[in-house]
């Protein structure tokens, strides 16, 4: 069974940067992550393979979130810049044991953390 704690999550203003952690406890390939905001659904931010070879962001973060991945640490990131407020929401940490395909971002993973809260303020 993996477990994946999130980490990093807080109130910042709009510009400012914040880094998201996800300790990964178990071997898996795709890794990513996944926000809802209040009312809104759950929907695909970015993801990462195993390899590293496939990365996939959403249009709304491209060039300003970058992830990345510890493999000695089993540890996630999600380095997030110039934040706005639309990217307030509960980001959750999400792996899977099959290597990283498109339809993840739609379907999800197969492992969800609890998730960590990130406000934005104007």
């Known amino acids: 069974q993996v477990q994946l704690v999130e980490s990093g999550g807080g109130l910042v203003q709009a510009g400012d940067s914040l880094r998201l952690s996800c300790a990964a406890s178990?071997?898996?390939?795709?890794m990513g992550w996944f926000r809802q905001a209040p009312g809104k659904e759950r929907v695909f931010v970015a993801a990462l393979s195993w390899s590293h070879t496939n990365t996939y962001y959403a249009d709304s973060v491209q060039g300003r979130f970058t992830i990345s991945r510890d493999y000695a640490k089993n540890t996630l990131y999600l380095q997030m810049n110039r934040l706005k407020p639309e990217d307030a929401a509960v980001y959750y940490c999400?792996?899977?044991?099959?290597?990283?395909?498109?339809?993840?971002?739609?379907?999800?993973?197969?492992?969800w953390g609890k998730g960590t809260l990130v406000t934005v303020s104007s």
């Open positions: 999400a792996a899977d044991r099959a290597p990283l395909g498109a339809t993840m971002r739609v379907k999800g993973m197969e492992y």
């Open positions: 178990g071997r898996t390939d795709a």
